[in-house]
């Protein structure tokens, strides 16, 4: 069998790109781990077609000269992730796209969703880091699955409007936890209190749909009551927004500052403040931990990186964790959304003769997600998943 990705050098949910080498910067490659259960596979055959607009370090150019880089920024890319170059089949030409191949895009970079025709295969698109932006695109190359991690076909209020001429299958596929998420502090000698994290951002569809821009507002609101919080939760969530302001009106003047800015955009990147501390140390140091939903139907993935610790994780009882099984009062403490009921809630499993209680949650919320949210796992049942998909589809489409 052949999974057919596009552009796998530039997608930086599978592999890290050259331009992040170049620049230093750090990135989260979400389904490094099924990339990695394929190539390990030896009946399945990974190819990577490369059109033409591949390039991704310079994606928006459709220079010809420039373009003719793009194979050995392939070889390049697959060397500095120790991916030998054998195990990845390079596609030149869309002709080279079998009918029986599962062609896997990702809808978040427009480039790779450039064909000047549909291939005559199975077509599943990934909506990972959902955006309308390239809603069109989809649209022409008419899908025959999409996933994501919450099925927003479902919780995204504006779904019909910019992808109602989708009716086919769509699938939900977990979040997974890194391998460096592991309980590593008893439970009884982590404070007893919550800890908040997650960035806080503002893309601009979100207002059009739900009244205002904040993408994470459960993240906000405990953000903008900090220290009333304190008894309850130590918050460590980062405001995009704010960060971006607080760098402008710092920023110097004259010949520095503008290599003070450069430096800041194309090596140091941003939210230093955010990254500078251990994420794994922080749930550790907690027994419980919060991450705000995004309001557009999608948790945030430090819920299971949280679980995965060994904290209680509170999350709004909105159905998200329901798709995934996981019930509240078992799997994690469930809470309306308000700041009210999460102090409620937290001082409830604060008090000494519920610790037992809380440690049970958190134990077998950590035992759930370790099983089912693990790299090895997910991989497993996303390709189970989209082979079956696969197989009804051909019975429907015979090869002509």
């Known amino acids: 069998m052949r999974i057919v990705f596009v552009n796998l050098h530039g997608n930086e949910f599978l592999v890290k790109p050259l331009n992040k080498f170049i620049f230093k910067k750090s990135v989260a490659i979400k389904h490094k781990y099924f990339l990695d259960y394929l190539l390990s596979r030896e009946d399945v055959?990974?190819?990577s077609f490369i059109n033409k607009r591949g390039l991704a370090l310079s994606y928006r150019t459709r220079n010809k000269f420039l373009q003719s880089f793009r194979f050995l920024e392939h070889r390049i890319t697959m060397k500095k992730n120790e991916i030998p170059l054998n195990k990845v089949k390079v596609l030149k030409s869309e002709d080279e796209i079998r009918h029986d191949d599962i062609v896997v895009l990702y809808q978040i970079s427009e480039p790779q969703l450039d064909f000047d025709r549909r291939p005559d295969a199975f077509i599943v698109v990934s909506q990972l880091h959902f955006t309308l932006d390239t809603s069109s695109k989809v649209e022409k190359l008419d899908p025959d699955m999409m996933f994501n991690e919450s099925n927003m076909q479902k919780r995204f209020i504006g779904f019909d409007e910019h992808f109602g001429w989708f009716?086919?299958?769509?699938?939900?596929?977990?979040?997974?936890f890194a391998d460096r998420f592991k309980v590593v502090k008893p439970f009884a000698e982590r404070q007893n209190k919550a800890?908040?994290?997650?960035t806080i951002t503002y893309p601009g569809f979100v207002g059009k749909y739900y009244g205002n821009n904040c993408l994470q507002p459960a993240r906000k609101q405990v953000y903008d009551h900090a220290k009333e919080l304190t008894p309850w939760v130590d918050c460590f969530n980062s405001d995009y927004l704010e960060e971006v302001k607080a760098r402008a009106s710092a920023s110097d003047r004259g010949l520095m500052g503008v290599l003070n800015r450069l430096n800041d955009k194309f090596f140091l990147g941003h939210q230093k403040k955010y990254f500078s501390f251990d994420m794994v140390e922080k749930f550790n140091d907690y027994k419980m931990c919060v991450v705000g939903e995004e309001i557009v139907g999608l948790p945030g993935i430090g819920f299971v990186e949280g679980m995965a610790c060994g904290c209680a994780y509170l999350g709004q009882t909105v159905g998200y964790y329901e798709d995934y099984g996981m019930k509240a009062g078992v799997h994690y403490i469930g809470y309306d959304g308000t700041l009210d009921d999460l102090k409620a809630k937290i001082s409830y499993y604060q008090q000494p003769e519920h610790?037992?209680?809380?440690?049970?949650?958190?134990?077998?919320?950590?035992?759930?997600?370790?099983?089912?949210?693990?790299g090895p796992v997910a991989a497993k049942s996303l390709l189970e998943n989209l082979l079956e998909a696969q197989r009804r589809w051909m019975e429907e489409h015979p090869n002509k």
């Not at 009716?167 to 997974?176: G, L, S, T």
């Not at 800890?195 to 997650?198: H, P, R």
């Not at 610790?355 to 950590?366: D, F, K, M, N, S």
Request: hydrophobic residues 35%.
């Open 45 to 47: 055959e990974v190819c």
């Open 167 to 176: 009716h086919k299958e769509y699938m939900v596929n977990p979040f997974v």
């Open 195 to 198: 800890v908040s994290v997650g």
């Open 355 to 374: 610790q037992e209680e809380l440690e049970t949650i958190a134990r077998t919320g950590c035992e759930f997600v370790r099983s089912h949210f693990n």
